[in-house]
């Protein structure tokens, strides 16, 4: 098993299953051209993202970690009419290039909100609770942004966290990477937190190895 069959696969079932959409294919080319790192959500993980929210009925929704929106226009796509969805980034230029790609998929400010800011800075200004919340920004502070998720949280918000498993990585106890830490401290929390049923599943595909949290608040 290598990379290139998880590429191949992750393509296949893409083409097979996504409909051709010039404006999340612009989003991504705007970003890499704005030279943001190619680390959105895969188009089949977006994909999921956006089912589950839709599956969970959300009508607001949180996304911590916005890069240039890609991710953020799959989640967007899942509200209903009235929905709103507010995504925090920390870096100015990502926040940019986000607006831009938002724009361009119908979505103005009144339906999602870029908060530009440190993430743990921006969430307790937020009015809670949301439907729906995925995290996505620095690694470190996975376990402070689920801390900061429960404060906006009310019984069935559902959460969602990307990259907690670091090419195998999260099981090692040993390996002092500080976003495997960070990863080891956000299934601890999940565990030890009796607000949360929680799982995780590994993940391979064209963003190689890694994987994602589920979460349930009672
Ligand atoms: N969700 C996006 C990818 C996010 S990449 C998608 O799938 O399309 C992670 C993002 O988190 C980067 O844009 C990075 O600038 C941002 N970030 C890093 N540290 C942050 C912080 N402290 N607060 C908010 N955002 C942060
Ligand atoms: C990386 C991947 C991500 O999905 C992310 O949110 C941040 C970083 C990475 O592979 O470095
Ligand atoms: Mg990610």
Known sequence: ?????????DDYLAGAL??????????L???????????AVAPNQ???????????GARTILEIGTLGG??????????????????????????????ANLARAGFGEDVVDVRVGAALDTLPTL????????????????????????????PGTTIVVDNVVRQG???????????????RELIDLLASEDRIDATAVQTVGGKGYDGFALALVR
Not at 1 to 9: C, K
Not at 46 to 56: D, E, N, P, T
Not at 71 to 90: D, H, N
Not at 128 to 148: C, E, S, W
Request: charged letters at 25%.
């Open 1 to 9: 098993m290598t990379d290139q069959i998880w590429t191949e696969v």
């Open 18 to 27: 996504l409909a051709p959409d010039p404006v999340l294919d612009a989003a």
């Open 29 to 39: 080319a705007d970003a890499d051209t704005a030279g943001l790192p190619h680390i």
């Open 46 to 56: 977006g994909k999921l993202l956006h089912l589950l929210a839709r599956m969970a």
């Open 70 to 99: 890609y991710s953020t226009i799959w989640l967007a796509r899942a509200l209903p009419a009235g929905g709103k969805l507010v995504t925090c980034e920390y870096d100015p230029k990502h926040a940019e290039v986000a607006k």
């Open 127 to 154: 009015a809670g609770p949301f439907d729906f919340v995925f995290i996505d920004a620095d690694k470190v502070n996975l376990a402070n942004y689920l801390r900061a998720t429960l404060d906006l949280s009310r």
């Open 169 to 183: 990585r999260v099981a090692d106890p040993d390996d002092d990477d500080p976003n495997v830490r960070g990863a």
